[in-house]
Protein backbone atom coordinates (compact mmCIF):
# COMPACT_ATOMS: atom_id res chain seq x y z
CA UNK A 1 0.00 0.00 0.00
CA UNK A 2 1.54 3.50 -0.60
CA UNK A 3 2.10 6.08 1.73
CA UNK A 4 0.12 8.40 0.56
CA UNK A 5 -3.07 6.73 0.83
CA UNK A 6 -2.00 5.01 4.56
CA UNK A 7 -1.52 8.98 5.42
CA UNK A 8 -5.25 9.77 3.93
CA UNK A 9 -6.54 6.54 5.91
CA UNK A 10 -4.64 7.63 9.04
CA UNK A 11 -6.42 11.33 8.63
CA UNK A 12 -10.10 9.26 8.57
CA UNK A 13 -9.20 7.02 11.94
CA UNK A 14 -7.49 9.60 13.72
CA UNK A 15 -10.83 12.21 12.53
CA UNK A 16 -13.45 9.13 13.61
CA UNK A 17 -11.23 8.37 16.95
CA UNK A 18 -11.49 12.10 18.27
CA UNK A 19 -15.53 12.29 17.27
CA UNK A 20 -17.78 11.64 20.24
CA UNK A 21 -19.58 9.21 18.81
CA UNK A 22 -18.28 6.70 16.16
CA UNK A 23 -21.76 6.53 13.45
CA UNK A 24 -20.98 3.38 11.70
CA UNK A 25 -20.87 1.23 15.00
CA UNK A 26 -24.03 -0.41 14.16
CA UNK A 27 -24.71 -3.44 12.02
CA UNK A 28 -25.07 -3.22 8.34
CA UNK A 29 -27.20 -5.58 6.54
CA UNK A 30 -25.43 -8.02 3.79
CA UNK A 31 -21.52 -9.21 3.57
CA UNK A 32 -19.14 -7.58 5.34
CA UNK A 33 -15.75 -7.71 4.31
CA UNK A 34 -13.14 -8.15 7.14
CA UNK A 35 -10.45 -6.63 4.59
CA UNK A 36 -11.86 -3.68 3.67
CA UNK A 37 -11.20 0.34 5.34
CA UNK A 38 -13.52 0.89 7.42
CA UNK A 39 -12.06 4.05 9.57
CA UNK A 40 -14.52 3.48 12.22
CA UNK A 41 -13.79 0.32 13.19
CA UNK A 42 -9.93 0.64 13.30
CA UNK A 43 -10.98 4.05 15.28
CA UNK A 44 -12.99 1.78 17.92
CA UNK A 45 -9.81 -0.43 17.59
CA UNK A 46 -7.98 2.15 18.65
CA UNK A 47 -9.91 3.53 21.42
CA UNK A 48 -9.53 0.29 22.84
CA UNK A 49 -5.40 0.20 22.75
CA UNK A 50 -5.37 3.62 24.24
CA UNK A 51 -8.18 3.43 27.59
CA UNK A 52 -6.01 1.84 30.09
CA UNK A 53 -2.86 3.98 31.65
CA UNK A 54 -2.09 5.42 34.28
CA UNK A 55 -3.78 9.09 34.81
CA UNK A 56 -0.54 10.17 36.95
CA UNK A 57 1.89 9.45 33.81
CA UNK A 58 -0.54 11.48 31.68
CA UNK A 59 -1.40 14.35 33.50
CA UNK A 60 1.93 15.97 33.10
CA UNK A 61 2.07 14.86 29.63
CA UNK A 62 -1.17 16.14 28.71
CA UNK A 63 -0.12 19.79 30.89
CA UNK A 64 2.91 19.77 28.10
CA UNK A 65 0.89 19.50 24.93
CA UNK A 66 -1.73 22.29 26.96
CA UNK A 67 0.92 24.65 27.46
CA UNK A 68 2.53 24.72 24.26
CA UNK A 69 2.00 28.10 21.84
CA UNK A 70 0.23 27.08 18.75
CA UNK A 71 3.01 26.19 16.57
CA UNK A 72 4.84 24.39 18.96
CA UNK A 73 1.95 21.47 20.02
CA UNK A 74 3.38 19.12 17.56
CA UNK A 75 6.41 19.31 18.87
CA UNK A 76 4.81 19.31 22.17
CA UNK A 77 2.77 16.40 21.26
CA UNK A 78 5.85 13.96 19.93
CA UNK A 79 7.48 14.57 22.88
CA UNK A 80 5.43 13.88 25.09
CA UNK A 81 4.80 10.55 23.21
CA UNK A 82 7.88 9.68 23.02
CA UNK A 83 8.29 10.38 26.70
CA UNK A 84 5.36 7.84 27.53
CA UNK A 85 7.28 5.43 25.08
CA UNK A 86 10.13 5.44 27.06
CA UNK A 87 8.49 4.47 30.55
CA UNK A 88 6.91 1.29 28.40
CA UNK A 89 9.92 0.27 27.39
CA UNK A 90 11.34 -0.19 30.39
CA UNK A 91 8.01 -1.95 31.79
CA UNK A 92 7.21 -4.20 28.50
CA UNK A 93 10.61 -4.54 26.39
CA UNK A 94 8.65 -6.91 24.09
CA UNK A 95 6.14 -5.04 22.53
CA UNK A 96 7.31 -3.51 19.44
CA UNK A 97 8.40 0.11 19.75
CA UNK A 98 5.72 1.13 16.97
CA UNK A 99 3.17 -0.36 18.76
CA UNK A 100 4.08 1.61 21.66
CA UNK A 101 4.34 4.80 19.99
CA UNK A 102 0.92 4.10 18.53
CA UNK A 103 -0.79 3.07 21.47
CA UNK A 104 0.94 6.06 23.50
CA UNK A 105 0.22 8.60 20.74
CA UNK A 106 -3.85 7.25 20.86
CA UNK A 107 -3.64 7.38 25.28
CA UNK A 108 -2.59 10.78 24.86
CA UNK A 109 -4.31 12.31 22.28
CA UNK A 110 -7.99 10.51 23.97
CA UNK A 111 -7.20 11.91 27.41
CA UNK A 112 -6.13 15.59 26.13
CA UNK A 113 -9.72 15.32 24.08
CA UNK A 114 -11.09 14.40 27.27
CA UNK A 115 -9.93 16.83 29.40
CA UNK A 116 -9.93 19.62 27.07
CA UNK A 117 -12.47 19.54 24.25
CA UNK A 118 -11.09 22.75 23.10
CA UNK A 119 -8.06 21.15 22.09
CA UNK A 120 -9.75 18.56 20.22
CA UNK A 121 -9.21 20.14 16.96
CA UNK A 122 -4.83 21.02 17.44
CA UNK A 123 -4.40 17.75 18.95
CA UNK A 124 -5.82 15.83 15.89
CA UNK A 125 -3.68 18.32 13.67
CA UNK A 126 -0.94 16.81 15.93
CA UNK A 127 -1.96 13.47 16.59
CA UNK A 128 -2.23 13.02 12.54
CA UNK A 129 0.97 14.67 11.90
CA UNK A 130 2.77 12.33 14.34
CA UNK A 131 1.30 9.29 13.15
CA UNK A 132 1.96 9.86 9.45
CA UNK A 133 5.50 10.96 10.14
CA UNK A 134 6.45 8.07 12.49
CA UNK A 135 4.78 5.42 11.21
CA UNK A 136 3.47 4.85 7.77
CA UNK A 137 6.61 3.19 7.46
CA UNK A 138 5.92 0.85 9.71
CA UNK A 139 2.00 0.62 9.25
CA UNK A 140 2.95 -0.10 5.09
CA UNK A 141 5.14 -2.67 6.62
CA UNK A 142 2.17 -4.12 8.33
CA UNK A 143 0.12 -4.45 5.30
CA UNK A 144 -2.18 -1.19 5.79
CA UNK A 145 -4.27 0.09 8.67
CA UNK A 146 -6.89 -2.85 7.93
CA UNK A 147 -3.73 -5.43 9.20
CA UNK A 148 -2.22 -3.23 11.64
CA UNK A 149 -6.20 -3.70 13.32
CA UNK A 150 -6.37 -7.14 12.99
CA UNK A 151 -2.60 -8.44 14.27
CA UNK A 152 -1.29 -5.47 16.24
CA UNK A 153 -4.26 -4.21 18.45
CA UNK A 154 -5.85 -8.04 19.41
Given at each position: ?A???????????????????L??????????????????????K?????????????Q?L??????????????????????????????????????????????????????????????????????????????????G??????????
Amino acid sequence: MAAAEIQKQTCEVIHCLLQDELTGMVEHDGADNENSFDAEKIASKLRQLGDDYDERVIQPLMKNVQKAAADQVMTAFSDSVDSLCKMWVVERAEVASEKQLLKAAITLGLRIKKNCPDMTNVVEVAMMGFVNNRLTNWIAEQGGWVSVSKNSMC
